[in-house]
């Protein structure tokens, strides 16, 4: 385990390892409010702006703060999973998930990716 530890950068790193992700930004915002991981976008919106209007700097809810900042990551993770999935992979395009209304979007053009196939 030392050796797969080490070839992927632990030890250099001191025991932490860092993949890098990359990421096309998700800009259409009727798209973003149309997953079911939105409403933690929309707390974390709400959260911040009550803070900022404070001017509070609420160290004991920091762990909540930090949930909400990773829900909204999670929601952008999401719409880019689903989109290199169909496209790696065009047979699972009948799953159950992608009945879902951000995926019936015209928003989620990912046919328009892969030469105007069309998943649903």
């Known amino acids: 385990m030392a050796a797969i530890r080490a070839a992927a950068g632990f030890e250099a790193a001191g025991g932490m ?55 909204k990551e999670l929601n952008t993770i999401f719409l880019q999973d689903a989109a290199a999935m169909l496209i790696l992979h065009p047979e699972r395009s009948s799953h159950p998930i992608f009945r879902m209304a951000c995926f019936q979007s015209d ?14």
């Open 17 to 71: 390892y860092h993949n890098p992700r990359t990421t096309v930004p998700i800009v259409d915002e009727e798209l973003r409010q149309s997953t079911p991981f939105a409403k933690f976008e929309v707390a974390l919106d709400f959260v911040l702006e009550r803070h900022r209007l404070a001017r509070v700097h609420d160290e004991q809810k920091w762990t909540a703060l930090q949930f909400l900042h990773f829900m």
């Open 107 to 120: 928003a989620f053009s990912v046919r328009t990716w892969v030469g105007g196939l069309s998943f649903f």
